[in-house]
């Protein structure tokens, strides 16, 4: 029987356990406490005074923090999510770095039931810094964005330096520029986008019937499963909550009018020539700037998951590992197979 399900049947029974230090204390209803029952919860004292422990630690938590890697004793990353706020993007990453790097998910508000999404880059970062510094007041920290949170990230880590804290440096993966989500580049990504399909289009007429037939049958499965996926997120207020702060932190970031941020930014990019114009205003911002890209065949949507997180976390230790000193447009140097490094310094 699990300790959950030890202590739900000890509630059942009128049984109240609770930690004083490193005794367990129990109060119960007279003949409640059979002989059997003493031993078995002095048997499981070790894993019921954990659980409390962990219970009592979670409640604490600001509520922004969800550990993702506890352990460690390296500078901890706190991680922006990317626009829906799932911090569990990460998992892959953070598995890969190991248990000597502690990894905070970032989790912003609007996902909860009971707060609204915020409507600012600027007080979503301050919101993000509160949370950082009640859980760990003193730094130095690693802030890291992923696809829209990239740009959250940026502004999380130019007000906590601005703050007097110390910032090792900010990792940026698959992160877009503001400028990005605007309505003139947006339309011009998508005009790209239909010109590709347009061409998928173009040639599978012209194939052979029965490659046509194929092709026909999976644009419709493709169309059920998006139909499908659009009636489940109508019914689950989950996701419901996440397309709320999906929305809100699009329309912030399209607002967002960046400021210097006087630290070093690393950029991860999932692969040679990635949006080529989602990225040159990072670099005009930041002090330095460091750059490193993935394999080929990696793309924003896989670039956090498996086999590329492994990539990517030998990228973020080596880049980690550049980082021991001040700004100094040092190159981390190429990691091993198709994985590039470059360096700048403004």
């Not at 029952?37 to 019921?48: A, C, H, P, S, V």
């Not at 500078?75 to 770095?97: E, I, K, M, S, W």
């Not at 011009?188 to 052979?208: K, P």
């Not at 210097?260 to 040159?280: D, I, K, M, N, Q």
């Amino acid at each position: 029987m699990s300790v959950t399900a030890f202590l739900a049947e000890l509630r059942g029974r009128d049984v109240q356990v609770w930690a004083e230090g490193e005794h367990l204390r129990c109060t119960a209803p007279a003949g409640t406490l059979t002989p059997e029952l003493r031993d078995e919860i002095q048997r499981r004292k070790g894993e019921i005074l954990e659980f409390l422990r962990s219970a009592d630690e979670l409640a604490q938590r600001p509520r922004a923090i969800v550990p993702l890697e506890r352990r460690g004793t390296r500078t901890p990353v706190f991680a922006v999510a990317g626009h829906n706020g799932d911090v569990f993007c990460y998992r892959a990453l953070a598995q890969r770095l190991g248990d000597d790097q502690p990894f905070f998910g970032l989790e912003p508000p609007g996902l909860d039931g009971r707060s609204a999404p915020l409507t600012r880059v600027e007080d979503l970062a301050a919101y993000f810094a509160d949370q950082v510094r009640a859980f760990q007041p003193s730094g130095p920290y690693i802030v890291a964005g992923f696809c829209a949170g990239g740009t959250v990230a940026f502004e999380l880590g130019r007000q906590l330096l601005q703050g007097g804290a110390s910032v090792r440096f900010v990792a940026l993966f698959g992160s877009p520029d503001p400028t990005w989500y605007r309505l003139p580049s947006q339309l011009g990504w998508r005009l790209g986008q239909q010109m590709t399909r347009f061409g998928a289009h173009a040639r599978a007429l012209w194939s052979s019937p029965r490659a046509l037939g194929r092709y026909v049958a999976e644009r419709m499965r493709q169309r059920k499963e998006r139909r499908d996926a659009a009636r489940a997120a109508a019914l689950d207020p989950v996701l419901v909550r996440r397309t709320a702060v999906e929305r809100a932190t699009i329309a912030a970031i399209r607002r967002y009018r960046p400021a210097p941020f006087a630290g070093r930014l690393s950029l991860f990019l999932p692969c040679e020539g990635w949006l080529p114009s989602a990225t040159p205003l990072w670099a005009s911002l930041a002090r330095c700037t460091d750059e490193y890209v993935g394999p080929r065949g990696c793309d924003n949507d896989t670039m956090l998951r498996e086999p590329y997180a492994t990539d990517f976390a030998a990228l973020f230790r080596r880049c980690d590992a550049a980082q021991a000193g001040p700004c100094a447009g040092r190159s981390p140097g190429p990691v091993a197979g198709p994985l590039l490094a470059t360096s700048a310094t403004h």
